[in-house]
């Protein structure tokens, strides 16, 4: 899941981020409406958490811009504006929800949440054989046995889950997990792939994480483990 935060404001900036982050997201930030629209004609993002009060241009014309775009992303406004006005023409310009600053942090995530959800066509449990994966308590199950993940391995395995029997490039992966900061190796991915292997496949006969030579990873696994569950017998 990837977020954009258009916010000029570093402070908040920095404390959106942080919070994101720790939350298991990508975020990207920017300070300006030009550098927004720019972002999102060449991104493609999950949420976009967008500040009216920008510098440049306002935040309802990025508003208008994101909306004109063919795959639009749910937009949550945030503005220190709290009259009637500027809410409903947010909401009338196809913002998704609106949240007037200050704000508690728990606040904005429990919204980015069910925005986030509404622009999934998948549910919200993932489930490849008896491997599980429930988005919102961000707990992660196989053959009944509770996973322990960092959150970059739970946003790995997520989007594996997501894309089960298709084969994914390290930079697919890199791109849907790290954020633009990132500009290390596509390498990384191999680390995160061989922690993410000790703790799903190690213990277990069938294995999901597979390698696709020339490519990258995939996750899968035989209809067969679907049934079998606890009392998996391998001949
Ligand atoms: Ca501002």
Known sequence: MRVLVVEDEKRIADFLSRGLQSAGYAVDVVH??????????????????????LPDVDGLQVLQKIKNRKTI????????????????????????????????????????????????????????????????????????????????????????????????????????????????LTNIVDVYIRHLRSKIDDRFPIKMIHTVRGIGYMLDAPETAQSAGAEQVIA
């Open 32 to 53: 300006t409406g030009g550098e927004a629209i720019e972002r999102v004609h060449t991104t493609e993002y999950d949420l976009v958490v967008l500040d009216l009060g």
């Open 73 to 184: 992303p749910p937009v949550l406004i945030l503005s220190a504006r709290d009259s009637v006005d500027d809410r409903v023409r947010g909401l009338e310009q196809g913002a998704d929800d609106y949240l007037v600053k200050p704000f508690a942090f728990v606040e904005l995530l429990a919204r980015a949440r069910v925005l986030l959800r509404r622009g999934q066509p998948t549910p919200e449990k993932l489930q490849v054989a008896d491997l599980s994966l429930d988005c919102i308590r961000r707990k992660v199950t196989r053959n009944s046995e509770n996973i322990e993940l960092a959150p970059k391995e739970f946003s790995i395995l997520e989007y594996m889950m997501r894309n089960r029997g298709r084969p994914l490039s390290r930079t697919m992966i890199v791109e849907h997990v790290w954020d633009m900061d990132y500009d290390g």
